[in-house]
Structures are given as C-alpha cells and as structure tokens.
T-cell receptor, first 112, second 117 residues
Framework: EAQVTQNPRYLITVTGKKLTVTCSQNMNHEYMSWYRQDPGLGLRQIYYSMNVEVTDKGDVPEGYKVSRKEKRNFPLILESPSPNQTSLYFC???????????FGNGTRLTVT | AQKVTQAQTEISVVEKEDVTLDCVYETRDTTYYLFWYKQPPSGELVFLIRRNSFDEQNEISGRYSWNFQKSTSSFNFTITASQVVDSAVYFCALSESISGGYQKVTFGTGTKLQVIP
C-alpha cells in the first residue's frame, strides 16, 4: 500500500531533550516536506527536500533540522525542543513539487 | 512572496444547503498549481483537486465543484447539498516555482466547515 509513515504518533518530552520524528514513504517520491499545524495558522512549511541531499528552509525552520540521505526517508530533528514547538506535525511527499501531496498521519508533539 | 488567503475561518450550514469556501492567492509566477485538501475530524489530510494556472475550466466531481478565476486570483470550492460527512477543515494551497527550479507549497489557514444535521 502506498503510504507515508510517520512515527511516533504522540510524543511528550521536556525542554531541551533532543528528539527525532521519522518519516518514510514507499512511493519513490522525489519531493518531501514537513509542516506544522497550529490553531488559526493552518499548515506552515518547516523544511522541504526536492531530492536526496537537497533540502531547503520553508517558512518556519528555526529550531528544526532535517536530512535526506535516502530518497524514502526524511527525518525531522529538534535538537533542543522548546514549548513553542508544541504542535501537530505532518510529513508529506509527492512525485514532484507540483504533484498532489501524500500526508502521513501526523505526530502530536508536546514539549513541557 | 506567494500567499494564500482563506478568509472564512469557520462556516456552519444545515445539511442539504450549498456552501462555498473561498480561496484567494497571490503569486508572481505565470506557472503555478492550486490545490484543495480536506482534513476530517479524524485528522488525516486528503487531496481533493489540483488545477494548473493554464487551465481555467471549472471542475465538477459529484457534489463538489471548483471555480478557478485568474482575473480575481481565486479558486473557490462549492459543496452542493452538503452532508454531515463533509464536516472538516478544508485547506487551499499554492505551489509555484522558486529559484533553482524548486517548487514551494504554501497553504492557507483553512476553513472549518460544520454541517448540522
């Protein structure tokens, strides 16, 4: 089944404790991206990647890192999480940037 | 910079009423794509439609229809004879080229539609 898999679904952590949210797709998509969803702000892009080893900042990249060493994986790294990064995170992929996005099921992160 | 505006934050309608969700976009590109996505209460995000900037034909799919007008930079979404299952947050999105041949996707803030039985 074609899908984007994000893990974990729920994560509660404390300020400053490094964490990684994994994202994997099995559709051989070139384009992958991370979004955060906050009430009243919609979906805001954190980082995106056009292909392996090609990444760029989205609209809200501060406090986040990504890497794209393999085509299928695009992990989101929070080196030192802070409470303002409490949010619902979505990973997405598409064949190309103009193609429809396939989304993961989301990761609800709480930073205390 | 590209921008997508969904001015309607929340809409409530009674079942079987028609409802239109507005989307206005800004872009300097001549080639771009517009999308609508649905997020039901269960939380997943589902693709509904894509339109490219050269195709202004309206689209109809069952009870759903989309009106793309470049003259007003709008890509509105109409649900005819709404049903409770249409209750969701709907997002409009714009994808355009940026430097280096890459594409950037920008979402609107979403419109929450509640269909009351």
């Amino acid at each position: 089944e074609a899908q984007v898999t994000q893990n974990p679904r729920y994560l509660i952590t404390v300020t400053g404790k490094k964490l990684t949210v994994t994202c994997s797709q099995n559709m051989n998509h070139e384009y992958m991206s991370w979004y955060r969803q906050d009430p009243g702000l919609g979906l805001r892009q954190i980082y995106y990647s056009m292909n392996v080893e090609v990444t760029d900042k989205g609209d809200v990249p501060e406090g986040y890192k990504v890497s794209r060493k393999e085509k299928r994986n695009f992990p989101l790294i929070l080196e030192s999480p802070s409470p303002n990064q409490t949010s619902l995170y979505f990973c997405a992929s598409s064949f190309r940037g103009f193609s429809p996005l396939h989304f993961g099921n989301g990761t609800r992160l709480t930073v205390t | 910079a590209q921008k997508v505006t969904q001015a309607q934050t929340e809409i409530s309608v009674v079942e079987k009423e028609d409802v239109t969700l507005d989307c206005v976009y800004e872009t300097r590109d001549t080639t771009y794509y517009l999308f609508w996505y649905k997020q039901p209460p269960s939380g997943e995000l589902v693709f509904l439609i894509r339109r490219n900037s050269f195709d202004e034909q309206n689209e109809i799919s069952g009870r759903y229809s989309w009106n793309f007008q470049k003259s007003t930079s709008s890509f509105n979404f109409t649900i005819t004879a709404s049903q409770v299952v249409d209750s969701a947050v709907y997002f409009c999105a714009l994808s355009e080229s940026i430097s280096g041949g890459y594409q950037k996707v920008t979402f609107g803030t979403g419109t929450k539609l509640q269909v009351i039985p």
